[in-house]
């Protein structure tokens, strides 16, 4: 898998700028009722939504906040207590909106006594797909997510990484216009997790529209142009990422090899202007890169790395 | 049962099935409607509801339109793989071992093998297919929606009916592969189960001759396999058949061994010589060798036969075969000709004068001439035979016949004449005959069937009559005894012929449990004995005849069901036969198969097999739920409206077809809440209950009568099992018509059409991630 898109383009937002509305719900609400018809859970209250082509749109908020049954309202498992949901300008549970639909839901359920080849050759079955263009599609989509060498096996076989992965794969047999990602990250490591963003980010660069709903909060920020928060069934917050995580008040300067007196000059013309130094300190690496840097070294010289070991107090054995 | 199949005409079953099929889908439609309609108003308002069903309808319809095969098929191929991980291979093993061990219960000694065989292997494959397909069926869409997979499914652009579609011909060819396997497997198992040799030794039979006459019989016994022998008898030329015993006989040819030393004499009129040679037959009759010396045996000489025919099995058109022919190339020396010639001629085969000659008689010919005969010369020979005629003569006993058959019977309508010579009912000599009417011996009664579409060109050499009638005896006696009867032929009366004329009567001797078969020749002598009838000109009115059966013995009865008299059109292959019984059960099981898949799209697993269980019994004892509820709803409605009852009785409905349902009766015990009311309070079925206020008794029964009317109602969309069940025919040697294949195929497609709209509605209706 490539790794060019590691540099977030600055397509991002001018990809998102038709005002063609794909998916739009109204008042959408369901409500659960026990079997006398009294109210159990509301697990949405009134949503309303508009989400455009080419921007991947997150749906944030903690377990039972209504992420998963908004996904699955618009997919139409789920009917409307009251509200609509519309997809395409099509209600939901109109069948024919999912041709240009895919669907990753939150672990793939996918047929375990299928081989990742068969799994793909059935659902493009499904879109009625003749054998040549399934055949082009799937060799296509084996390569996209890395399954070449294990095409054949069965699903049960597979490790959670690459059942997620036929079913990212399964999700784009159709060459989706709208595609909806159920947690798309659980469960990958954090290789793994890079190539899912790295896709989602290629899908959008194609023009395709992204509907995530996730609680891995950084994967959310780092591919996702706009997120609304639900909490307890209500939309509690709805904005681009860019604004609303920006700081107005603060300002950041990251620079390289400046030396320890500079520092105080810094801090000097920061408070001629009236401002106030809140921290200053050594950057660190995120984990994920140090992560990432190490795997990719290792990859590229293989071999047992010889090193001094490091006696930490904590390894002696407690007397 | 074969009785239960009053098979209709392929046309006429159409026309009232697609009526009835249209009313119940029109009721389907409407009650559908009129139930979604209530809840969408009760819940959204009619305005909104308006909008909900138009867009139910709309979609529906464009559903329909979309319909693609190819999806289809995807859902099937997985459906059928998914089969084949689950039970299939389990099924099929347990199939096989059963079939392996069924040899040791079964017993090949029973009266009539072939019936329990088959009735076993079928039985056996039908189990096994249904259970089979109502789990596989059962489990496969709820165990998609508990594990989540119908959600990746269900957001493609497949639609809920080719899903439910793709799952029923999934799983319904896997069943039918399966079958396909069974049903091959068990033919062998049934064939080679069948399979037996008697063998018949000469020496003991035992000759008799027919009173004033030169012709002898020789009777005797075949030896013992699978448990049982046949009585035998045979003509002169050794041929016959045996008896029927375990359902089935064999036929009987006897081989003449010709080898051994020949006498021959080679004489020429012209110039009165006579010269006599000894011939050495040997070898086989396929490559038969012989050696010629003349007179003591001075001349050697070495040459083959040609040719040499003898009787065997497969010319055995008895009574005809006297001689053997062959033909043989006699070398120079033995003609005195200076050029071989040769030998065509007979060999007579006098069983009779076994232990005597065998004599061979026959004329010259040029050798590559044609036909040319060489005039004069003339060749006699004669084989002293040896001292045991096993030697000389060979019995083949052919292999088993009757047994594994199909036949194609014509039937007839049935009719009775009273004791009086006038038309009626069959006695009814209690429950024992219920589905017999019986004609009392020595008076005018008669059974008098009816047949239609006799033509010269389906039967040329006459009529094979098979009869399997009920014989009652008034007095003590031999069980064994026969009981005299008698056929006749008698022109019948219709639009075009107002004469009736009567054949001789063909009398025979009763063989009750067993089928008897009479060959009614083309030519027959009329009644009076005064001229010779030809069947079809004489006897036959547009393809009509009728065939009057009588009891010829005073006080004792015959008794008959339509289908007990027939006319054996013909034979089919008996493996077609086989493979239809499985078609059957093939459509029986996908007809299990789309019930439970319609089921499975709204119930659980275990309720759904609940609930196919439930279709299952009703359609098995459908008509017996039927009649019985129809002639209690009949009663009540005869005892509380006297107008109805009128009707009835104006209408003449109480007689004819309808009188079994029409008929004022009894009806004993009342519904299911009575019946429960008197098992607790210990009252038999014919008292009445005078604890109980009259108004009260009153409602329960009325209740009964609504509880009967919808049990009726299910009753009539359920479908009728028991026409399915074609195994009696295999097994009892019956063809299942074309006709009833093709009613059974096409019951089995409306039902998957059916079902699969049905369970589109309700998959559409439901919340999948509910």
Redesign the interface.
């Known amino acids: 898998m490539s790794v060019e898109t590691q540099e977030r383009p600055l397509a991002s937002s001018a990809a998102a700028s038709t005002d063609e509305i794909i998916v739009e719900t109204r008042g959408l609400t369901k409500i659960y009722r026990d079997f006398w018809g009294r109210v159990k859970v509301a697990a949405l209250k009134g949503l309303d939504l508009k989400i455009y082509k080419g921007e991947i749109f997150g749906l944030l908020g903690p377990n039972g906040s209504g992420k998963s049954t908004t996904v699955k309202l618009l997919l139409g498992l789920l009917f409307p207590t009251s509200g609509r949901a519309l997809v395409f300008d099509r209600d939901a549970s109109d069948v024919k909106k999912n041709e240009r639909i895919g669907y990753l839901p939150e672990e793939s359920y996918l047929y375990k006594f299928l081989s990742a080849e068969q799994t793909l050759d059935f659902y493009g079955r499904l879109f009625d797909m003749p054998a040549k263009v399934r055949k082009e599609r799937i060799d296509r989509l084996i390569d996209l997510v890395n399954l070449q060498r294990a095409r054949r096996r069965q699903l049960r076989e597979y490790s959670k990484g690459m059942t997620r992965r036929v079913g990212l794969a399964q999700a784009l047999i159709n060459d989706p216009d709208l595609i909806l990602l159920d947690e798309p990250t659980s469960g990958l490591d954090p290789m793994g997790t890079r190539e899912m963003k790295d896709i989602i980010l290629n899908l959008r660069d194609q023009g395709k529209t992204i509907i995530m709903c996730s609680h891995q909060l950084n994967d959310v920020q780092d591919v996702c142009d706009r997120i609304a928060i639900l909490h307890q069934g209500e939309l509690r917050e709805l904005g681009r990422v860019s604004s609303l995580l920006e700081r107005s008040n603060a300002t950041q300067i990251v620079a390289q090899d400046l030396p320890a007196q500079a520092e105080e000059e810094i801090r000097a013309v920061v408070a001629r202007y009236g401002g106030q130094v809140q921290s200053v300190g050594r950057p660190t690496t995120t984990m994920e890169d140090l992560f990432l840097r190490i795997v990719s070294e290792s990859t590229a010289r293989p071999g047992r790395r010889v090193e001094e070991p490091v006696e930490r107090p904590d390894d002696k054995p407690q007397s | 049962m074969i009785e239960q199949f009053q098979v209709l005409p392929f046309g006429e079953w159409f026309v009232s099935s697609a009526i009835f099929y249209v009313v119940v889908v029109t009721l389907l439609i409407v009650i559908g409607f009129a139930v979604a309609a209530f809840l969408n108003v009760v819940r959204y308002g009619p305005l909104e509801a308006f909008d909900r069903l138009t867009?139910i309808a709309g979609?529906a319809f464009?559903?329909l339109v979309?319909f693609?095969p190819?999806?289809t098929?995807?859902?099937a191929?997985?459906a059928f793989?998914?089969g084949i991980?689950r039970y299939v291979l389990a099924v099929f093993a347990l199939f096989v071992v059963v079939m392996l061990f069924a040899g040791w219960f079964l017993e090949p000694n029973a009266d009539e093998p072939a019936k329990l065989y088959i009735s076993f292997v079928l039985t056996t494959s039908n189990y096994l297919a249904l259970i089979m397909a109502a789990l596989l069926s059962a489990f496969s869409l709820p165990s998609d929606i508990a594990?989540?997979?119908?959600?990746?499914?269900?957001?493609?652009?497949?639609?809920?009916g080719e899903i439910l579609l793709g799952k029923i011909v999934g799983f319904s060819s896997l069943v039918g592969l399966m079958l396909a396997a069974m049903c091959v497997i068990s033919y062998v198992f049934v064939v080679r189960g069948m399979a037996h040799d008697h063998t018949v030794a000469v020496a003991d039979l035992t000759e008799e001759r027919l009173p004033n006459s030169d012709v002898y019989l020789y009777r005797g016994v075949t030896t013992r396999a699978n448990g049982h022998l046949h009585p035998f008898t045979v003509n002169q030329q050794g041929q016959g058949e045996t008896e029927i015993e375990n359902g089935h006989y064999h036929r009987i040819a006897t081989l003449f061994d010709v080898r051994g030393a020949w006498t021959f004499t080679v004489s020429d009129s012209a110039s009165g010589s006579e010269r006599t040679f000894v011939a050495v037959m040997s070898g086989s009759v396929g490559s038969p060798a012989v050696q010629i010396a003349e007179g003591d045996g001075s001349l050697p000489a070495a040459e083959s036969l040609e040719a040499w025919s003898r009787p065997q099995l497969a010319d055995a058109s008895y009574a005809s075969v006297e001689t053997a022919q062959f033909e043989w190339t006699l070398p120079k020396e033995v003609t005195g000709k200076g050029r071989p010639l040769r030998l065509e001629g007979a060999i007579e085969l006098p069983v009779r004068e076994r232990g005597g000659f065998l004599s061979i008689e026959g004329d010259l010919y040029e050798a590559d001439g044609e036909g040319e005969i060489v005039s004069g010369l003339t060749v006699r020979g004669l084989q002293r035979l040896a001292e045991n005629p096993d030697d000389v003569f060979e019995m083949q006993v052919g292999d088993h016949e009757g047994m594994l058959e199909a036949r194609q019977p014509v039937y007839g309508t049935l009719r009775f004449l009273r004791r009086d010579g006038n038309p009626g009912e069959g006695i009814d000599i209690g429950k024992e005959g219920s589905r017999r009417g019986y004609v009392e011996g020595g008076t005018l009664g008669a059974a008098i069937f009816t047949y239609d579409g006799i033509t010269p060109e389906e039967f040329p050499d006459g009529l094979p009559v098979e009869m399997d009638i009920g014989v009652f005896r008034t007095i003590k006696g031999d069980i064994e005894r026969t009981v005299r009867g008698s056929l006749q032929l008698v022109r019948p009366i219709t639009a075009t012929n107002t004469s009736v004329v009567e054949s001789r009567k063909i009398d025979f001797a009763s063989t009750e449990f067993k089928l008897k078969r009479i060959d009614i020749p083309r030519e027959i002598q009329s009644e009076d004995g005064s001229r010779e009838l030809d069947l079809f000109e004489d006897l036959v009115v547009d393809g009509k005849l009728e065939i009057w059966l009588r009891c010829e013995e005073p006080q004792q009865y015959f008794g008959a069901s339509w289908k007990d008299v027939y006319i054996r059109q013909g034979d089919s292959s008996f493996f077609a036969n086989f493979v239809k019984g499985y078609w059957s059960l093939f459509l029986q099981s996908t007809v299990i198969i789309a019930f439970c898949v319609m089921f499975s799209t709204f119930l659980k697993s275990a309720v759904t097999l609940l609930a196919v269980a439930c279709v299952s019994v009703l359609g098995f004892a459908l008509n017996v739920v039927t009649l019985g509820t129809f002639r209690g709803i009949i009663t009540v409605m005869r005892e509380k409206s006297p107008f109805f009852s009128r009707v009835v009785g104006t209408m003449g409905l109480e007689g004819g077809v309808w009188g079994d349902v029409f008929q004022a009766r009894e009806n004993p015990g009342g519904g299911v809440v009575e019946s429960a009311i008197r098992i607790v309070m210990q009252k038999n079925q014919t008292i009445d209950i005078d604890t109980i206020p009259e108004g009260m008794m009153m409602a329960i029964r009325w209740f009964d009568f609504f509880g009967m009317l919808i049990v009726w109602l299910f009753c009539q969309v359920v479908p009728n099992f028991s026409s399915f069940m074609t195994a009696d025919f295999v097994a009892r040697g019956y063809d299942i018509g074309w006709n009833l294949v093709a009613q059974q195929t096409l019951a089995t497609a409306a039902y998957v059409l059916t079902l699969t709209v049905l369970g589109y509605f309700f998959l559409r209706s439901r919340?999948?991630?509910?």
């Open positions: 867009l979609t464009s559903d979309n693609s190819r999806r098929w995807a859902i191929r997985l793989m998914e991980r594990t989540k997979t119908i959600y990746t499914v269900i957001t493609k652009p497949v639609r809920a919340e999948v991630a509910a």
